[in-house]
């Protein structure tokens, strides 16, 4: 069983920075890719973005592109989500979520994860 921690996550104007963290505690993540999805009220919960085991491959949502920077420190068991230039429409949960190998062009569709965090709020407001 994976244990998925997600931080980072808070109140800030529109564009400014947040950057959120996925730490999985006493759990390897080196065999594991990682993706970000978040949820705003009434809608669907979307990928954001996604790492592959060694940061060979890191994907995108077209809406983040550009603003979004995803990184992973395996000695630490971490993938990081920087977030840059907010806008309200980024608000929501930002859940971090894992399996084992990898994916290539399903990387974001939710069903193809294994764990997931509890989320953290990220809301966008000035």
């Known amino acids: 069983q994976v244990q998925l921690v997600e931080s980072g996550g808070g109140l800030v104007q529109p564009g400014r920075s947040l950057r959120l963290s996925c730490a999985a505690p006493g759990f390897t993540l080196d065999y594991y890719v990682i993706g970000w999805f978040r949820q705003a009220p009434g809608k669907e919960r979307e990928g954001v973005s996604y790492?592959?085991?060694?940061?060979?491959?890191?994907k995108y949502a077209d809406s983040v592109k550009g603003r979004f920077t995803i990184s992973r420190d395996n000695a630490k068991n971490t993938v990081y989500l920087e977030m840059n230039s907010l806008k309200p429409e980024d608000s929501g949960i930002y859940y971090c979520a894992t399996k084992r190998g990898a994916l290539g062009s399903r990387w974001s569709d939710k069903n193809e994860y294994e764990y997931w965090g509890q989320g953290t709020q990220v809301t966008v407001s000035s």
């Open positions: 790492i592959s085991r060694g940061s060979i491959v890191v």
